[in-house]
């Protein structure tokens, strides 16, 4: 992918919008975090209008987004490090694998309007479910590439929010799986204290 690909955003509307500054982080839908690196002038059908020239910091992509409307295609603040135990709480929750009742196709376009909100909570959604699945047998190419990128998007996002390196994240996130990993260890552990104990 073209490191300098440049991204623009639909038309602009009249609402009140969120005002970055250089500098600032931020993060683009399904590209993850980034830094607003200038705010440039640009004319755009005869009209002179700002944008902000924003570095995914993943791969160094540039996304040119109009101020006016990063409401429209989802530029938000880095959430706080407050919420980072609540998108814990979404990967700890169980429930029936969407792949018991639902084809590929279909959650497939699910997870990926899911990435595309922009909200680490949907993201963590689908992680959470891939890393399941994953438990229970080999991911198809598909689904690895979505598990990927939706672990990408979420070690970036939460590393910068608690100010800590990535794979402490990766750390953390692994552990909230490891139990359901491999449950007759667990449980044979459970039974030699058991043995033990009546010794």
């Not at 004319?43 to 002179?48: A, L």
């Not at 190419?141 to 672990?151: H, I, N, P, Y």
Request: a negative charge; aromatic letters at 8%.
């Amino acid at each position: 992918m073209d490191k300098n690909k440049v991204k623009e955003a639909p038309k602009p509307t009249n609402q009140k919008v969120r005002v970055f500054k250089v500098g600032d982080l931020a993060v683009y839908p399904a590209h993850g975090v980034g830094r607003i690196n200038s705010i440039e002038a640009k004319i755009v059908n005869g009209e002179t209008h700002d944008f902000y020239m924003m570095k995914i910091i993943e791969n160094d992509m540039t996304i040119m987004i109009p101020t006016w409307n990063v409401d429209q295609v989802g530029l938000r603040d880095i959430i706080d490090e407050k919420e980072v135990p609540k998108v814990y709480e979404v990967m700890k929750q169980r429930r029936e694998s969407p792949a018991e009742t639902q084809t590929w196709n279909r959650r497939y376009r699910e997870y990926m309007d899911k990435i595309k909100t922009g909200s680490l909570y949907d993201v963590a959604e689908v992680f959470r479910d891939l890393s399941l699945l994953k438990l229970t047998k080999d991911l198809s190419f598909g689904e690895r590439k979505l598990f990927d990128t939706a672990q990408l998007l979420l070690v970036m996002e939460l590393s910068t929010a608690k100010n800590t390196d990535e794979q402490t994240i990766i750390s953390e996130i692994e552990l909230l799986f490891a139990i359901e990993e491999d449950p007759d260890s667990e449980k044979s552990e459970n039974s030699k204290n058991s043995d033990n104990s009546d010794k």
